[in-house]
């Protein structure tokens, strides 16, 4: 419903949904989920913490609306954060605060229905409501600079996933996480820690140890789906290729169009190579190849950052289940006209 859609409602996780239905059905007693971590649901979030409460609690939500109409006159979560933090508008802390606090603190009451149903509803309640209170946080200080908004960010997906561990068959539970190589990445083998910022990978590593795995992507050149700028239609990019003294380089100049290194048992004479630092792309939602260093390459040390990367030479771009003018047309070319 909001931007970015396309990394979600597009064909390969179409596909994965399918398959994931076929196994449920198949394994009735170990069923796998699919669940969200981030916090750009602030409204819907509300929505859904006032639905739970309207079942179980009329009493409850009334408060819980009353605490909530906070957010009433923003539409806009930045535009709540800006007001805010401006001093232009009484910030909500307190208010998203004492209603996550009293979620956890009436949980007895509220989960009196035996069984694992009455759990999951409040897990997924409480988690909505401790997402309201983080994406507040967050909103704030996003006009405070980019460490304090990137590291509140990444700090919420991490403690969701710690979260969900628990509540999933109390810790013995599995999870792959899927998401850009710059939140999965340990950010203290990149020069990301210079900046103050800490990311999922560092936080999950420091947690779990080597019971956690972190898996990297890499490719030199291909296309991609991505906008120019946050909230612009979705486009079909052509990637350029690899910067020289760049991981990508390095691994295209191998000649193998796909492969695996695991970076963990690597051979001597190849962890000599991996481990001096050299520049790596992240592109996320954005790709700007005009100001490709500057935008999206870091200095990295690949033999701390993952347990293992996956090459793909050349890539190609999601499709889209709503394919876009600009997704169909793809990126104009540098000589196209751009004035008269």
């Not at 795995?213 to 612009?232: K, P, Q």
Request: proline share 4%; aromatic share 12%; net charge negative.
């Amino acid at each position: 419903k909001r931007f970015p859609q396309w990394m979600w409602r597009n064909t390969v996780v179409l596909e994965f949904v399918e398959w994931l239905r076929q196994w449920n059905s198949a394994h009735p007693k170990s069923q796998a989920g699919f669940y969200g971590m981030d916090l750009y649901s602030l409204h819907s979030s509300i929505a859904e913490v006032l639905r739970y409460l309207d079942e179980v609690d009329p009493a409850a939500a009334r408060r819980a609306r009353q605490r909530y109409a906070c957010f009433e006159d923003f539409g806009d979560p930045q535009l709540y954060g800006y007001a805010a933090e401006k001093g232009m508008s009484e910030p909500c802390e307190d208010e998203v605060v004492a209603q996550l606090m009293e979620l956890r603190r009436r949980a007895g009451d509220m989960m009196q229905a035996d069984g694992k149903r009455a759990a999951a509803e409040f897990f997924y309640a409480e988690q909505n409501a401790r997402l309201i209170a983080n994406a507040e946080r967050y909103y704030r200080s996003m006009f405070k600079g980019r460490a304090s908004s990137w590291n509140l960010r990444d700090e919420h997906m991490a403690g969701t996933i710690q979260s969900l561990l628990t509540h999933l068959d109390s810790g013995r539970s599995k999870i792959v996480v899927w998401a850009h190589n710059s939140h999965l990445g340990d950010a203290r083998a990149t020069e990301m820690s210079q900046r103050g910022e800490l990311n999922v990978g560092q936080l999950i590593r420091e947690k779990f140890g080597d019971d956690a795995f972190l898996l990297g992507f890499s490719t030199y050149t291909g296309t991609v789906i991505a906008a120019d700028d946050w909230g612009s239609p979705a486009r079909r990019k052509q990637v350029r290729p690899g910067m020289a003294g760049s991981y990508e380089e390095l691994f295209h100049a191998t000649g193998i169009p796909r492969f695996w290194v695991d970076l963990r048992e690597t051979a001597a004479d190849a962890r000599d190579v991996l481990q001096d630092p050299r520049l790596e792309r992240a592109i996320g939602v954005i790709y700007r190849p005009e100001t490709e260093r500057w935008s999206h390459y870091f200095e990295a040390r690949l033999d701390k950052q993952f347990d293992a990367i996956i090459h793909v030479d050349e890539t190609h771009a999601l499709t889209p289940l709503e394919r876009s003018g600009e997704w169909e047309q793809g990126e104009l070319p540098e000589t196209f006209p751009s004035g008269i």
